[in-house]
């Protein structure tokens, strides 16, 4: 367990916190206006390795081959010069802290952070972290790296959960959630939606997709599944050529066949470190999903009719209500997307690089 002081005067800044991996859905901006819950559970933290947040330099202000020096292959509309190893917490979590007002940012609904730290520690007034609270965007406190100390407090459960262990609590995310919204004449208002962690899983898992591709078509598992990428895929992959293949693998699951190409495989939500295979080498190439949304691809839910319980007989059946259901196809989140592929290798190969060209083109059409 560690907790974080101010790297000028010692000050605790935080509760007592385990680390765990960054969530996919980190820096994620969903929709216009929209909600988003708190980013981290309350009691951990986690660390970003990249620059993140203000200054940022633009494309054509970048020297040639520093954006690869960094392990970015491809263009992007500007690059960090923050430093890199910013931490991020509940807002539930941070302690001794002080709002700096005149840094709200160009937010419309809360805090965004765009004009740099805008909480400064109570004892000696240094900027240590920043607020975000803002429309569209997840709730949390980011800690700068340069203004902030991590302390040892104690080796209580440090060990990571095994995969087994994890698979023993389940949690998986459901792929369907309401959607709180700002701004409507009879108050907050919601509906019912894709979940945007899948959103953002989803973006991350179909840059790798396209890299393992190869070029080639590539099928993944009907169902869920399908819903998620198939529509995607066939649209950015070339057909014809033989197909490449992706099926889930992980704890509690068949072993893969030999000879498939793709690997839809989870990531330890503490350690970071994608599943592989006890008894042999991993041939076939590893694409990550969260541990939750791999859960619920893997086990997924039913929902069909059930004996009632009561007085009614037992051989009689009931509808129970459908889960509500998205009113639109299921969408990769472009943000994601994007900022996964360029940080891929593959990305340098001429039909990826199109496919990041046009990205604004498969936006417009409902890919993302």
Same mark, same amino acid.
């Given at each position: 367990m560690f907790?974080?002081? +101010?790297?000028? +005067?010692?000050?605790?800044?935080?509760?007592?916190?385990?680390?765990?991996?960054? $969530?996919?859905?980190?820096?994620?901006?969903?929709g216009n206006g929209i909600q988003l819950p708190v980013l981290m559970e309350s009691g951990t933290f986690a660390m970003d390795p990249d620059p993140w947040g203000p200054p940022w330099r633009r494309w054509d202000e970048i020297a040639p081959g520093e954006a690869e020096a960094r392990g970015?292959?491809?263009?992007?509309?500007?690059?960090?010069?923050?430093?890199?190893?910013?931490?991020?917490?509940?807002?539930?979590?941070i302690r001794s802290t002080r709002l700096i007002p005149e840094k709200r940012g160009g937010a419309c609904c809360g805090l965004d952070g765009s004009d740099g730290p805008n909480m400064a520690c109570e004892a000696c007034g240094l900027a240590v972290a920043s607020r975000i609270d803002d429309c569209s965007l997840w709730q949390a406190v980011w800690l700068a790296p340069d203004a902030v100390r991590r302390l040892l407090v104690?080796?209580?459960?440090?060990?990571?959960?095994?995969?087994?262990?994890?698979?023993?609590?389940?949690?998986?995310?459901?792929?369907?959630?309401?959607?709180?919204?700002?701004?409507?004449?009879?108050?907050?208002?919601?509906y019912w939606s894709w979940s945007p962690q899948w959103e953002a899983a989803a973006g991350r898992a179909l840059a790798h997709l396209l890299a393992a591709s190869e070029g080639r078509p590539v099928t993944v598992p009907h169902g869920l599944i399908a819903d998620v990428f198939q529509r995607t895929l066939d649209a950015l992959l070339p057909v014809g050529a033989p197909e490449r293949h992706a099926v889930l693998a992980g704890p509690?699951?068949?072993?893969?066949?030999?000879?498939?190409?793709?690997?839809?495989?989870?990531? #330890? $939500?503490?350690?970071?470190?994608?599943?592989?295979?006890?008894? *042999?080498? &991993?041939?076939?190439?590893?694409?990550? &999903? $969260?541990?939750?949304?791999?859960?619920?691809?893997?086990?997924?839910?039913?929902?069909?009719?059930?004996?009632?319980?009561?007085?009614?007989?037992?051989?009689?059946?009931?509808?129970?209500?459908?889960?509500?259901?998205?009113?639109?196809?299921?969408?990769?989140?472009?943000?994601?997307?994007? #900022?996964?592929?360029? *940080? &891929?290798?593959?990305?340098?190969?001429?039909?990826? *690089?199109?496919?990041?060209?046009?990205?604004?083109?498969?936006?417009?059409?409902?890919?993302?």
């Open positions: 907790v974080f002081v +101010c790297a000028r +005067c010692e000050a605790g800044l935080t509760a007592l916190l385990s680390q765990v991996s960054l $969530p996919a859905h980190a820096h994620q901006k969903y970015i292959y491809a263009p992007v509309y500007a690059l960090s010069d923050g430093a890199p190893g910013a931490i991020v917490i509940a807002p539930g979590d104690d080796d209580v459960d440090a060990a990571p959960l095994s995969w087994e262990e994890l698979m023993e609590e389940g949690k998986g995310t459901p792929p369907f959630e309401p959607i709180a919204t700002w701004g409507s004449r009879l108050g907050t208002s919601h509690g699951r068949p072993a893969p066949e030999a000879g498939v190409d793709i690997l839809l495989v989870p990531v #330890h $939500p503490q350690t970071g470190q994608t599943w592989t295979p006890a008894d *042999r080498v &991993l041939s076939a190439y590893p694409v990550p &999903l $969260p541990l939750g949304v791999w859960l619920s691809m893997a086990f997924p839910k039913t929902y069909s009719p059930v004996p009632a319980s009561g007085g009614i007989p037992h051989d009689l059946l009931r509808d129970d209500p459908l889960p509500p259901r998205p009113n639109r196809l299921f969408r990769p989140d472009l943000g994601t997307f994007q #900022h996964t592929l360029v *940080r &891929l290798p593959a990305v340098r190969s001429p039909w990826l *690089r199109k496919i990041i060209e046009n990205l604004t083109q498969h936006m417009t059409t409902g890919l993302f």
